[in-house]
């Protein structure tokens, strides 16, 4: 059974940073591109940040240069890490696996940017 858990949401004042967590369960991780999009209530869910099994990020524009992923195989776990956050980047985090022709997701961590 494919588990995905995200954490490390929550408040943040403009500018500040956040690092969140997405633990997977029930794959093979290491071989498998891991995903995170974010969804602002209203609006469909959108492609952040990527990653691949070898490693390489790829960001959408508005948070190129702001956020790393990352991920630690050991732990099957993938990051992203947000700095400069920007009221914009309030929405609902998810982490997204594609795998054996499925799509799975986790249940989102929320992301508030305000004072």
């Known amino acids: 059974q494919v588990r995905l858990m995200e954490s490390g949401g929550g408040l943040v004042q403009p500018g500040g940073s956040l690092r969140l967590s997405c633990a997977a369960s029930g794959i093979n991780f290491k071989i498998y591109t891991m995903a995170w999009y974010r969804q602002i209530p209203g609006k469909e869910r959108e492609l952040v940040a990527n990653?691949?099994?070898?490693?390489?990020?790829n960001y959408e524009d508005s948070i190129q240069g702001r956020s790393t992923i990352s991920r630690n195989n050991a732990r099957n776990t993938v990051f992203l890490q947000m700095n400069d956050l920007k009221p914009e980047d309030t929405a609902d985090y998810y982490c997204?696996?594609?795998?054996?022709?499925?799509?799975?997701w986790g249940q989102g961590t929320r992301v508030t940017v305000a004072t």
């Open positions: 997204k696996v594609g795998a054996s022709g499925r799509e799975f």
């Open positions: 990653i691949t099994s070898g490693g390489r990020g």
